[in-house]
């Protein structure tokens, strides 16, 4: 089992920059940021593949975020530029741990999940 714990959350003002981190208790293949807005659908918002380096975005926020892992210490990173009122959510990591050549910015591809951290971007 892998444990995920997020941090970095907090409150900024529009065009503002967070960054979150994701320290993972094991290996994983496939690590991910999540977000969820209230009343809204879990959204994948960028994957990161721990092996070949291998990444990728939603169109919402590519550009503004990077995603970037730490193999040594086990731990993900989400740098985010230039956000918006729309990115207010809670931010969650997920992770894979099965050797998939491929990763996916889908909730089911991910057994594992860490329990959020809220960013909140006021306008």
């Known amino acids: 089992q892998v444990q995920l714990q997020e941090s970095g959350g907090g409150s900024v003002q529009s065009g503002g920059s967070l960054k979150l981190s994701c320290a993972a208790s094991?290996?994983?293949?496939?690590m991910a940021w999540f977000r969820q807005a209230p009343g809204k659908e879990r959204e994948g918002i960028a994957y990161i593949h721990s092996v070949s380096g291998t990444s990728d975005y939603v169109s919402s926020v590519k550009g503004r975020f990077t995603i970037s892992q730490d193999n040594v210490n086990k731990t993900l990173y989400l740098q985010m530029n230039s956000l918006k009122p729309e990115d207010s959510a809670m931010y969650y990591c997920?992770?894979?741990?099965?050797?998939?050549?491929?990763?996916?910015?889908?909730?089911?591809?991910?057994?594992?999940w860490g329990q959020g951290t809220q960013v909140t971007v006021s306008s």
């Open positions: 997920g992770s894979e741990p099965r050797p998939w050549a491929y990763c996916r910015l889908t909730v089911s591809h991910y057994k594992y």
């Open positions: 094991g290996d994983t293949r496939c």
